[in-house]
């Protein structure tokens, strides 16, 4: 009998134990809801951006005013009428902005304005080459594999192709890749390239690279950042008397890449 009194007792306090526990985790959104007044800012406003199905957090930005980059709508329980939009936008000393998922042509030509980061690029362990006449080659760039030997193999299809311009200030380059999905955006090879040539006749720098292709269908994929330098299977441009060259690019472990130089011709102003 008293262990049978034991084990009730025991059972109730474990009832009452998880009943307590379904309490407390019912109520937490309420009590993260009002510690919300000692949070920056900054916190509510991302939270806000970022949660737009969590009205708490667009009823406390709306209430402290702020302006957070996006037209969030303020959703009252106590009325029945449909939310309307406010309009806020980002404070200027906040260093953030939130852009709506979809862009107009104006906005996206913006945001391709702006300068890219991820191509930046220590030059100074190379001699850059000082060209006192730009230098216009047509290219080709091709993948190597590496899968059939330490050498690497050159597949015969074009990854990108066009006209590259090497100048003193850096290189442009006019064309297209052809891999498909983001790379058919031209954007990326004008305004995502950060190259130079050496004065041994060599690309360095950094760019937006496809290296994988994308048919319709497939998820995107982003393009990555590689860095150009010296290869030693490289056929350098003659930057004095340019003639044809073949410039290969390390990407990774099983591939790479080699840009074909064709017709390359000294361009006097």
């Known amino acids: 009998m008293f262990q049978l009194l034991f084990m009730y007792r025991n059972i109730g306090f474990l009832t009452y134990l998880v009943t307590i526990m ?16 000692g949070w920056s800012d900054k916190s509510v406003c991302r939270l806000a951006a970022s949660n737009l199905e969590s009205p708490e957090y667009v009823a406390e930005a709306h209430r402290r005013n702020l302006e957070c980059g996006l037209s969030l709508r303020v959703v009252s329980s106590n009325s029945d009428s449909r939310p309307k939009p406010q309009k806020i936008s980002l404070l200027d000393n906040e260093g953030v902005i939130f852009y709506p998922s979809k862009l107009t042509p104006e906005e996206m030509q913006q945001l391709l ?7 930046s690029f220590d030059f100074s362990p190379y001699q850059v080459a000082s060209l006192s006449t730009p230098i216009r080659c047509q290219f080709n760039l091709r993948r190597v594999l590496y899968s059939g ?11 990108a192709q066009g006209v590259i311009h090497f100048t003193t200030g850096g290189v442009n380059i006019e064309g297209n890749w052809l891999m498909g999905g983001l790379s ?9 390239v950060n190259l ?3 004065k041994t006749g060599h690309l360095v720098g950094k760019m937006a690279y496809f290296h994988l292709n994308v048919s319709n269908g497939e998820v995107v994929k982003n393009p990555l950042y590689v860095e150009l330098k010296p290869h030693k299977r490289s056929k350098p441009l003659n930057i004095t008397h340019p003639k044809d060259a073949e410039l290969w690019t390390t990407v990774e472990d099983w591939a790479g890449g080699a840009w ?3 017709r390359c011709k000294l361009m006097p102003g």
Do not use: C
Request: charged share 20%.
């Open 22 to 37: 379904l309490f407390v985790s019912l109520i937490s959104k309420p009590i993260l809801a009002a510690d919300m007044s």
């Open 113 to 119: 304005d702006i300068p890219i980061h991820k191509t």
């Open 149 to 159: 030997g330490t050498q690497g193999s050159l597949e015969r299809w074009n990854m």
């Open 184 to 192: 058919q955006n031209s954007s990326y090879l004008k305004n995502e």
């Open 196 to 198: 130079k040539l050496t």
């Open 260 to 262: 074909s130089l064709k």
